[in-house]
């Protein structure tokens, strides 16, 4: 079966300009997250998603970062007024939610803000 | 919420046995261990999940002391390919949020 996928796999934009970035979860996993990992760093969660609940949004850095996801299934992370901090690979997973719980990663979104 | 701590890096030669420590002081009851190996460019990859005691697959083995406080990944026989960077991860109870350590970069030498 497919694994998570997302896309672009590569986002160049400029400093002050909003972007989208999607991931496609393995089917049937109703959890999905996203993490942020800067050059060299590790993984720094963003935020949480678990069936029709409310997401868990404390890891958002700041108000420019919002995230959906639509039908329990695919999920946006939208950075708005994008700047050149953000510039990072932006990963996500998604998890079947059971106890205990294996998250599976996609390939990651790198983000580059000029 | 549980944070961890695990050395920065480490060396090894292929054929060894590597052991990567990872500190977990805050750990939960119901928090699980897992770990998670990550090559360049790619997005981390489970690789073994325990509660207590010993867990084994075909890849690793993950011992866990009774306090629960630590978990060390035991990697058998390393190969080059091995050389990756590996995360700890200690689930809090409500799954809502994970915090991976800094991760430990190990570097295998021929």
């Known amino acids: 079966g497919a694994g998570v996928s997302q896309s672009p796999s590569n986002k160049v934009t400029e400093k002050g300009k909003d972007v989208e970035l999607r991931c496609d979860p393995i089917?049937?996993?109703?959890?999905l997250y996203w993490y942020r990992q800067s050059l060299g760093q590790g993984l720094e969660f963003l935020i949480y998603?678990?069936?029709?609940?409310?997401?868990?949004k404390s890891g958002l850095p700041s108000d420019r970062f919002s995230a959906e996801r639509t039908g329990g299934s695919v999920s946006t992370l939208t950075i708005q007024r994008t700047q050149q901090e953000d510039s990072a690979v932006y990963l996500c997973?998604?998890?079947?939610?059971?106890?205990?719980?294996?998250?599976?990663f996609g390939p990651g979104t790198r983000l580059t803000v000029l | 919420l549980a944070k961890t701590t695990q050395p920065i890096s480490m060396d090894s030669y292929e054929g060894q046995e590597v052991n990567i420590t990872c500190s977990h002081n805050?750990?939960?009851?119901?928090?699980?261990i897992t770990w998670y190996q990550q090559f360049p460019s790619q997005g981390p990859r489970f690789i073994i999940q325990?509660?207590?005691t010993k867990v084994t697959n075909e890849v690793a083995s993950l011992f866990i002391p009774a306090d629960r406080k630590s978990s060390t990944l035991s990697l058998p026989r390393v190969s080059l390919s091995d050389t990756a960077v590996y995360y700890c991860l200690v689930g809090d109870a409500g799954f809502n949020k994970f915090y991976f350590g800094s991760g430990t970069k190990l570097n295998v030498k021929p």
């Open positions: 805050n750990i939960a009851t119901n928090d699980y």
């Open positions: 998603f678990q069936g029709n609940s409310a997401p868990d």
């Open positions: 325990g509660y207590k």
């Open positions: 089917s049937g996993h109703t959890a």
């Open positions: 997973a998604s998890s079947s939610g059971l106890d205990p719980d294996t998250q599976y």
